[in-house]
């Protein structure tokens, strides 16, 4: 008595079977790249073109928050860098790039 069937190989051969899955390797890498643009390129320049309009608009007389947390009004500014005034009488130069956030007006109150 046989328990074992006999293998047999089928007549299609494995280059059809390799074109297939190669078409299929080309639409799984296809994919994944349009994932990656959506997911990390394309949020991040969109950051980098508000921050760049933020920078651009700042005007004396705007009241800014900094990457370092400083809070203060804009008393002048040039291509490079803006003064801060944080409090009555004191004033703190930084690159331009520092701002993160400008408020509106009025926001500040003197301590």
Not at 43 to 52: A, D, I
Request: charged share 15%; net charge positive; no cysteine.
């Amino acid at each position: 008595m046989n328990l074992i069937t006999n293998a047999w190989a089928q007549g299609t051969g494995p280059a059809a079977q390799q074109t297939g899955g190669l078409w299929q390797l080309v639409v799984i890498f296809v994919i994944f790249i349009l994932f990656f643009y959506f997911v990390a390129i394309r949020p991040q320049s969109k950051r980098q073109k508000e921050h760049r309009k933020l920078i651009d608009g700042l005007a004396v007389g705007d009241e800014v928050l900094t990457q370092g947390g400083l809070l203060g009004r804009v008393v002048r500014l040039n291509e490079q860098a803006i003064a801060l005034e944080t409090a009555p009488g004191v004033e703190v130069s930084l690159q331009r790039q520092a701002v993160i956030a400008v408020y509106p007006k009025g926001t500040l109150k003197p301590v």
